[in-house]
């Protein structure tokens, strides 16, 4: 990430650049786009960004892979692999949601991909639950990983990313019935905004031991922004939520994954313990901290293959039919409305039994 630290004349391509985006269906990411924070881009539209990236690349105009926010909101969706830590190595997936709901619009892939059904999130929250899965803090994770202290046996976390309202109407009663933590990240200035929590839910969430991090005030790409505006967003997102909560926010994750070193820095100095990323990766070194990898749970995933995301044995018949768990654990599952009619395609190397589910799949990269 360090090769997008040059700000240094990037202005004119970049603004260049923006200027094409804003011509392209979906591309609507600039500052104040009144639009949900993750239902933004569609795919032509990150393929035409693309194009135009590797055109300027070919011809000298664009030396380093750009954060233009197509290109950006694609990595999201999309993500590149992690770097190869060093140092010592703590194995903890990270996994990060984004709705807990039935996508409202059949039409929309991106809503689609970024929907987790409850009845979906329920079947994978009793999988982690029957098979001895550790849910720990994102804060005792990242302790381990900066100390090298270990971690109890099959451990994991959870983060849900944009603060939208079905974390706390949805998620978090899943996640209590069997005592599991998150973290929340917030876009502090969407708070009350339609679809997103308000600011008492966000405190009920805290009160309740969920923890609460900040993910910007307008959920901006942070590597296309000037340092100025992108410090400033890092920082007043996290005064916002400390004055809300009474007490300090330590996690700041990126919002599309945009970040570069400057952003990196203005994070560790302004006091956040770490900020995560959505490159894809589950083994983290201290040297790390402010670019963690996550790994993206999407619509639509079967619960084959999230058991495989998430190292655990194959599900039993019962998890896969959803009936799994003690009958105290939770309400009567799953809507038949609730599973989603396309399914992605896994990556990598699906198994035949999460190829099979649907033969309407997008041919795209949900994950
Ligand atoms: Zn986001």
């Keep these: 990430m360090g090769k997008w630290t040059s700000r240094t004349g990037r202005g004119a391509i970049l603004a260049l650049l923006l200027l094409v985006a804003g011509m392209l269906p979906g591309a609507g990411l600039l500052r104040g786009a009144p639009v949900p924070a993750a239902t933004i881009v569609q795919g032509t539209a990150a393929d035409e960004f693309n194009e135009l990236n590797d055109l300027a690349r070919r011809t000298r105009l664009l030396p380093t892979p750009s954060p233009a926010p197509a290109q950006l909101i694609l990595a999201e969706l999309n993500p590149a692999k992690a770097p190869v830590p060093t140092g010592p190595l703590t194995y903890v997936p990270i996994l990060y949601y984004h709705y807990i709901r039935i996508n409202p619009n059949p039409q929309d892939r991106v809503g689609f991909s970024l929907s987790t059904p409850p009845a979906m999130f329920r079947m994978q929250m009793q999988y982690l639950a029957d098979h001895g899965f550790h849910v720990i803090s994102l804060h005792q994770a990242v302790t381990a990983i900066k100390n090298h202290s270990g971690l109890p046996s099959r451990?994991?976390?959870?983060?849900?990313?944009?603060?939208?309202a079905d974390f706390f109407t949805a998620a978090i009663p899943i996640l209590r019935s069997h005592g599991f933590t998150a973290t929340s990240f917030v876009i502090s200035g969407r708070m009350g905004w339609g679809g997103f929590m308000t600011p008492s839910q966000v405190v009920a969430a805290d009160s309740q031991g969920f923890t609460i991090g900040a993910h910007t005030v307008d959920h901006v790409a942070l590597a296309a922004q000037a340092p100025a505006r992108a410090t400033w967003e890092i920082k007043q997102?996290?005064?916002?939520?400390?004055?809300?909560?009474?007490?300090?926010?330590?996690?700041?994750?990126?919002p599309y994954g945009s970040f570069n070193g400057y952003d990196m820095e203005q994070a560790r100095s302004l006091g956040f313990e770490t900020a995560a990323s959505t490159t894809y990766g589950s083994v983290h070194s201290a040297g790390q901290l402010f670019m963690l990898s996550r790994l993206r749970i999407g619509g639509g995933l079967p619960l084959s293959y999230y058991a495989r995301v998430v190292g655990g044995p194959p599900p039993t018949l019962a998890e896969l039919s959803g009936s799994a768990g003690s009958p105290a654990a939770s309400p009567p599952a799953a809507k038949p409305s609730a599973a989603p009619s396309?399914?992605?395609?896994?990556?990598?190397?699906?198994?035949?039994?999460?190829?099979?589910?649907?033969?309407?799949?997008?041919?795209a990269l949900w994950l």
């Design 155 to 164: 451990p994991i976390v959870l983060t849900f990313d944009d603060g939208y």
């Design 342 to 363: 396309p399914s992605p395609t896994p990556i990598p190397s699906p198994s035949p039994s999460a190829t099979a589910l649907s033969p309407n799949r997008p041919t």
């Design 237 to 254: 997102s996290k005064l916002m939520l400390e004055e809300l909560l009474g007490h300090p926010v330590l996690d700041l994750a990126y």
